[in-house]
């Protein structure tokens, strides 16, 4: 395969417009709190050839409809959604290890997202899609209620400033959200590397009345997980990892 290196994230954006829409325009210009912002990163020829090429073909789109899980996997298998994957390389791994799942990841940044893009092409699984864009309103909006069986946060960021601690990922309404689209005994499974966001987790996710926790307290290190790219910069600053997991009621 010969690199097209003509191609520029513009044209990729011409031939694929849903690459560029990240969340549902407000009606009233009142853009709520995002939990993240978006950065810029200049993609590589391979990220720009893989949006080009496979877009269409393991990439989710927003619209108001409701997923039909079985016609985009082909297959009626269990449902596990990750939000915020970063690079996507543990992704990328736990989908690899475990075909009998199939995995939605959620990612606004676009290097990572097309990165992961490219790495699923590479690797040529079949049980994961992914999907550029704000992962709260697509659950909302386009996740049945009881259809999953999993949700998977490592490493959400931070937002380490109190006057910004209105982004973090990890609040009460959220919680709930999902919780709301778990089937009976399906979990959230999250981590992170600071330590006052991990107390906030544990008591939100104590608090919602239909989770219950499946450890007393944080629970062990999964075996599974594979390190993520955000965690080794917190262990490389010898950061404490927390770990937690709560399941549906
Ligand atoms: C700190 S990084 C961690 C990435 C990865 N999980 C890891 O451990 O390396 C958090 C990621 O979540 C993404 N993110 C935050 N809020 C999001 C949202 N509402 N929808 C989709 N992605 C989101 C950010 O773009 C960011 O890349």
């Not at 990750?82 to 989908?95: N, P, Q, V």
């Not at 919680?175 to 778990?182: G, H, K, N, T």
Request: net charge neutral.
């Amino acid at each position: 395969m010969t690199a097209n290196t003509d191609l520029t994230i513009e044209k990729v954006i011409e031939h694929h417009p849903a690459i560029d829409i990240v969340e549902i325009p407000p009606e009233d210009r009142r853009r709520e709190v995002k939990s993240f912002v978006l950065r810029g990163q200049k993609l590589g020829t391979h990220q720009l050839e893989a949006l080009d090429r496979s877009f269409d073909k393991y990439c989710l789109t927003y619209s108001p409809k409701p997923f039909d899980f079985e016609k985009i996997f082909g297959n009626r298998n269990p449902v596990v959604i990750e939000i915020g994957f970063g690079m996507g390389e543990s992704t990328l791994k736990i989908a690899s290890d475990h075909p009998e799942i199939n995995y939605i990841g959620f990612e606004v940044f676009l290097f990572g997202f097309s990165k992961l893009l490219y790495n699923i092409e590479k690797a040529g699984i079949t049980n994961l899609r992914i999907m550029r864009f704000d992962a709260r309103q697509a659950i909302a909006s386009m996740v049945p209620q009881s259809s999953i069986s999993g949700f998977h946060i490592f490493f959400p960021d931070p937002w380490p400033k109190k006057r910004h601690h209105g982004r973090r990922l990890i609040q009460s309404g959220f919680v709930e959200l999902l919780s709301s689209r778990l089937v009976s005994s399906g979990y959230i499974y999250a981590a992170t590397d600071w330590e006052d966001y991990a107390k906030q987790m544990l008591e939100v996710l104590s608090a919602c009345p239909s989770l219950k926790n499946a450890y007393d307290g944080f629970a062990g290190r999964i075996p599974w997980r594979p390190e993520t790219g955000f965690e080794r910069k917190g262990l490389a600053k010898s950061y404490e990892i927390h770990e937690l997991w709560f399941v549906k009621k």
